[in-house]
């Protein structure tokens, strides 16, 4: 039997939270979707696009009669929402996430958690360098990872429901420990942000401040498209990425840098069967991701 709600509050109506209340209302998992948002112009074209059955200004009113609210907002905002409105929700409901960095902030989650509510942390790996409802698919999470990171004081009631809504969604559910969650995504997703937003900076300084006279844009083919995609995505979420996954994520820059550096040795050296080894072993790696099933970006 499908997993059903009686009312779902989405927090934060975007690419991610849309979709999840598409396929919600679409599948009948639950009786009603309530959206909650900064913008009423994004809320209504929510409703529009069938993501949302309704909208609400306040916070407080849409949670009371909830039994499954989704935090689908930037992660630094999670500790001034839950203070906002936790008190307000009834003894069994649950609350869930869809944010790239856990750790830390799951354990903050849960302690501000009322007696008899559930915190049950949850991070779809799909999306897109476009964001906003408008972005959005009943299809999005198809076939991606979904990790949820319980801890010890999870409730296994509560962990099952929002297993089964995610695998409603398609979804290949993991589960994961929060801190573990960060250090691995750190390496496969945070860090090559890092890098793309890194390298469109860096050729802007180079457009602006060495060679204005060169059009760079004009020029760039598939590799630099490919290579900086993710570049497009939200500096808002991504600053709270950054910041919340920072010791992991400045580790791995260094590593990234150690690389950088030693091809750059190389090139200065003319070591030709040095550059050749060092780029034979990063095709090795990367084909390697072939056999692997893709998620999202």
Not at 240 to 260: E, H, P, T
Request: hydrophobic fraction near 40%.
């Amino acid at each position: 039997m499908a997993i059903h709600f009686r009312q779902v509050v989405i927090i934060g109506v975007g690419l991610i939270g849309g979709s999840l209340g598409m396929i919600i209302r679409r599948q009948g998992l639950a009786d009603q979707v309530v959206g909650v948002g900064r913008r009423i112009e994004n809320l209504k074209t929510a409703v529009a696009l069938g993501a949302i059955d309704r909208y609400v200004a306040d916070p407080q009113e849409a949670v009371r009669k909830a039994d499954l609210v989704v935090l689908a907002t930037p992660v630094d905002t999670y500790a001034c929402h839950l203070q906002g409105w936790a008190h307000c929700l009834a003894p069994g409901s649950i609350v869930s996430d869809v944010g790239s960095v856990k750790g830390t902030l799951v354990e903050r989650s849960e302690s501000a958690m009322p007696s008899g509510v559930h915190f049950v942390g949850a991070h779809p790996i799909a999306g897109k360098e476009k964001t906003g409802v408008a972005a959005g698919s009943d299809q999005l999470f198809k076939g991606a990872r979904c990790i949820l990171t319980p801890t010890k004081r999870t409730d296994s009631t509560a962990l099952a429901r929002v297993t089964q809504l995610w695998e409603e969604t398609g979804s290949i559910v993991l589960t994961m420990d929060p801190h573990v969650h960060d250090q691995i995504l750190g390496a496969v997703s945070h860090l090559p942000h890092v890098a793309a937003f890194a390298l469109i900076n860096a050729l802007a300084d180079l457009r602006d401040q060495q060679v204005p006279s060169l059009d760079l844009a004009g020029h760039s083919g598939g590799g630099l498209r490919d290579t900086t995609r993710i570049a497009a995505s939200s500096p808002e979420m991504w600053r709270d990425i950054f910041l919340w996954n920072r010791d992991n994520v400045v580790s791995y820059i260094d590593r990234y840098m150690k690389a950088l550096e030693e091809l750059k040795q190389l090139l200065k050296a003319g070591d030709a069967a040095g550059i050749e080894q060092s780029l034979e072993r990063a095709k090795g790696e990367r084909e390697k991701l072939n056999t692997v099933s893709p998620s999202h970006s």
